[in-house]
């Protein structure tokens, strides 16, 4: 462990670390919870008409023909049985 990274280990853990100690890596701290109230109305949810607006035009061949493909292997197992 190079000097640098020992000396910010002590800093940040408040004591000197060995390279073979467990305690080199720290979790992110996370925000968990979203502070605005339920019924916030300054974010509004996208519209499906939004949404499929912002497809680009393949989008919607290539989700079609796999929706396709799945009913069709679905449809295939069915009748094998």
Partial sequence: MTPVRRLYAHKIYGRAVN???AVAWRPP?????DR???????VSEPTLKEMT????GWGMVVA????AALMGALVGGALAL
Avoid at 36 to 42: H, I, K, Q, T
Avoid at 53 to 56: L, N, Q, T, V, Y
Avoid at 64 to 67: E, L, P, R, V, Y
């Fill in 36 to 42: 605005r109230p339920a019924n916030d109305a300054e």
């Fill in 29 to 33: 701290s996370a925000a968990r919870f």
């Fill in 64 to 67: 079609g023909g796999a929706i």
């Fill in 19 to 21: 390279a073979f100690d």
């Fill in 53 to 56: 607006a912002d497809m680009p």
